[in-house]
């Protein structure tokens, strides 16, 4: 009877059946982790600062175009990304390893499509803007100029109101594409 019992223990079918898992399931899925780890796969937002920065200033913009208010939203959406990837955001410059400041360089708005041809169905909003990373003694780590990107709102017929609705949407759209693309173009790589 033990010899019985033994030789059924050892038969994979019977360990199957007594665990509710089949051994090869095991093996695939402890592969694949291993090819996942091994393979440097990293997650999206888990980027490195470079040259060890740890705690970042972000500046609030400058901005040399004629929209009010588009540094703030800018600025505060690049605060947002370097949060939400992990680092910590520190409000002065004394208390940061590195400060990222810039300038929003210009703002076109270039007309895409017609309804007819006096009125305007579609227009591009593109943003451009030039950023430094500088360190507590004003090296310069990283820059880019100009980074740019765009985005597209319909022109709303006769109702000025759902035309400038419209617009400030396209600029929060692009407001965070862009600090995204800011983000990942800082943290790649290091």
Same mark, same amino acid.
């Given at each position: 009877?033990?010899?019985?019992?033994?030789?059924r223990?050892? %038969?994979?079918?019977?360990?199957?059946?007594?665990?509710?898992?089949?051994?090869?399931y095991c093996y695939?899925?402890?592969?694949?982790?291993?090819m996942i780890i091994?393979?440097?796969?990293?997650?999206?937002?888990?980027?490195?600062?470079?040259?060890g920065?740890?705690?970042?200033c972000?500046?609030?913009l400058?901005?040399s175009t004629?929209?009010?208010?588009i540094?703030?939203?800018?600025s505060?959406?690049l605060?947002?990304?370097? +949060?939400?990837?992990g680092?910590?955001?520190?409000?002065t410059?004394?208390?940061? %390893?590195?400060t990222l400041a810039?300038?929003?360089?210009?703002?076109?708005?270039d007309?895409?499509?017609?309804?007819t041809?006096?009125?305007t169905q579609e227009?591009?909003v593109?943003?451009?803007l030039?950023l +430094?990373?500088? %360190?507590?003694?004003?090296?310069?780590?990283?820059f880019?100029?100009?980074?740019s990107?765009?985005?597209?709102?319909?022109?709303?017929t006769g109702?000025?109101?759902?035309?400038?609705?419209?617009?400030?949407?396209a600029?929060?759209?692009?407001?965070?594409?862009?600090?995204q693309?800011?983000?990942?173009?800082?943290?790649?790589?290091f």
């Open positions: 009877m033990k010899l019985a019992l033994y030789i223990k050892k %038969d994979p079918l019977y360990m199957r059946a007594s665990t509710g898992i089949d051994t090869r695939i899925c402890l592969f694949i982790v291993w091994s393979c440097g796969y990293r997650f999206a937002g888990v980027g490195q600062l470079p040259s920065v740890h705690h970042i972000v500046a609030v400058e901005n004629a929209e009010t208010g540094e703030t939203i800018l505060n959406d605060i947002y990304e370097f +949060t939400r990837g680092h910590r955001v520190v409000r410059k004394a208390e940061a %390893d590195a810039g300038r929003i360089v210009s703002m076109n708005i007309t895409i499509s017609h309804r041809a006096q009125r227009v591009r593109t943003l451009a030039n +430094t990373l500088t %360190d507590t003694d004003g090296n310069v780590i990283w880019v100029n100009p980074i990107e765009n985005q597209s709102y319909e022109v709303v109702d000025k109101s759902g035309t400038e609705q419209n617009h400030r949407m600029i929060e759209a692009l407001s965070k594409r862009l600090a693309t800011v983000y990942n173009h800082l943290t790649a790589g």
